[in-house]
């Protein structure tokens, strides 16, 4: 393997735990929010939402993921919230 192949490697594993550790933190965040909504914790939910869109945000302008990914997840994540606060004034 030649020096640049190998630097190569280098480089991409530490992007590779760098890329980890903000996709972990997304899911985490999207985890805590559909929760708290489906749990119908309406206030916190919100909150917590903002919080895991932000990230999302974060994410898809670092180049974690891609930035139609981002956007699709916060659609999914405000439409479950949008039928929890419905529910709940019902």
Known sequence: MSKSAQKQVRAS???QLRNKSGRSLVK???TKAEKLT??????SAETTVAVAISSLDKA??????HRNNASRRKSRLMKKLNQARAASTK
């Open 13 to 15: 594993a530490k992007k």
């Open 38 to 43: 489906l749990g119908g914790q309406i206030e």
């Open 60 to 65: 898809a302008e670092k180049g974690i993921i």
């Open 28 to 30: 985490t965040n999207i």
